[in-house]
């Protein structure tokens, strides 16, 4: 995602990728503390959000995320990774990945034979937007709720869409982590989008139920707009 660049306040904030996929620059993780309060949208919101997405013109403006750089980097502190506390904007933020993540999941049904280089480059990217390579086959989420509840959702839900990856041995996560709850905000939220995705590349009228090249084309146009929205995040180095 790319972001409007803030020039003059106090604490020379800048904009910068919100998912950083490059070799080039510092990886940023986004932990959402436990004194934050849980993952509370609901499908108004998730309805807002997908539809200003798609009826707007790339590069919409979604919003602010005001976020800490942790003192206490963990184990794999590293100049390559860089943990940051969400202070604010975690519902955005925690929504925009779960967004993510069933994109990936309904372009991975597809045969990857009927993607174009350029759009299997899109959909691979995603898995290294969502997770962070720490070290050989071992994978930090980018976005770390830590509400007990919240985390096993979403941890989950990394785990459905990336299998032959992210599995509870390969994410660096001390606790057990238990099977996702349907009936919480997160696995619905990413039903949601599933479902609204699924609609949306079938057309209106169900144009292009058997059209999976069309389909596939309009799933990458919802990606690139949610790759494009643009976003202020400011950095704090401390609470």
């Not at 709720?145 to 599995?167: A, Q, R, V």
């Not at 606790?175 to 057309?203: H, M, N, Q, V, W």
Request: one cysteine or more; aromatic letters at 12%; a negative charge.
């Amino acid at each position: 995602m790319s972001f409007s660049k803030i020039d003059a306040l106090a604490h020379g904030l800048t904009g910068e990728h919100l998912f950083n996929v490059s070799n080039v620059g510092t990886q940023n993780i986004f932990e959402i503390p436990e004194y934050q309060r849980p993952y509370v949208w609901k499908k108004e919101h998730w309805e807002t959000l997908f539809m200003d997405i798609i009826d707007n013109d790339f590069g919409y403006f979604v919003g602010a995320i005001i976020c800490a750089k942790k003192e206490n980097q963990g184990a794999f502190a590293s100049t390559r990774y860089t943990k940051y506390d969400v202070v604010d904007g975690q519902q955005r933020l925690t929504t925009l990945s779960i967004f993510l993540a069933a994109i990936y999941t309904l372009l991975h049904k597809y045969d990857e034979k009927i993607l174009s280089k350029k759009q299997k480059a899109s959909f691979e990217q995603i898995e290294r937007q969502l997770a962070v390579e720490i070290s050989d086959e071992k994978y930090l989420a980018r976005v770390f709720p830590h509400n007990k509840d919240n985390i096993d959702d979403y941890l989950n839900i990394l785990m459905e869409t990336f299998p032959d990856t992210i599995t509870k041995a390969t994410l660096s996560y001390n606790s057990s982590i238990k099977d996702k709850d349907g009936r919480r905000l997160i696995p619905k939220a990413y039903e949601y989008f599933k479902k609204c995705i699924t609609e949306y590349a079938e057309g209106e009228d169900k144009q292009y139920k058997d059209d999976a090249a069309e389909q596939i084309n309009r799933i990458i146009q919802i990606l690139n707009k949610v790759n494009s929205t643009q976003l202020v995040i400011i950095k704090a180095d401390s609470h």
